[in-house]
Nanobody, 123 residues
Framework: QVQLRESGGGLVQTGGSLELSCVVSGGTFDSYAMGWFRQAPGKEREFVAAITWNGEITYYTEAVKGRFTVSRDNALNTVYLRMSSLEPEDTAVYYC????????????????WGQGTRVTVSS
């Protein structure tokens, strides 16, 4: 069973940057598309970004395009989310997961999640 461990969250001021990491164990990482999701207080979890198994293609939700960059290192079984120009609206718990594309949407392959990492952006 795949296990996911996110890290790198914290408190940052508006306009600041953070890089999140997610280490994946228990599966064949280099065959998975990976995604990042976030859940803000009182809201549903939402898709943020995805990257194909070889890192060649990336996808972003409109709200983060141009500010966030997803990348991966298959040798380290790790996927990253570099976040810059952070806004208070980016405040959320961020999660990674193995993803599949269904139509135009990215969804978790299995609804099993890690503990997430909390990002708080102060205004």
């Amino acid at each position: 069973q795949v296990q996911l461990r996110e890290s790198g969250g914290g408190l940052v001021q508006t306009g600041g940057s953070l890089e999140l990491s997610c280490v994946v164990s228990g599966g064949t990482f280099d065959s998975y598309a990976m995604g990042w999701f976030r859940q803000a207080p009182g809201k549903e979890r939402e898709f943020v970004a995805a990257i194909t198994w070889n890192g060649e293609i990336t996808y972003y939700t409109e709200a983060v395009k141009g500010r966030f960059t997803v990348s991966r290192d298959n040798a380290l079984n790790t996927v990253y989310l570099r976040m810059s120009s952070l806004e208070p609206e980016d405040t959320a718990v961020y999660y990674c997961n193995v993803v599949v594309r269904r139509g135009s949407n990215w969804s978790p392959y299995v609804e099993v999640w890690g503990q997430g990492t909390r990002v708080t952006v102060s205004s």
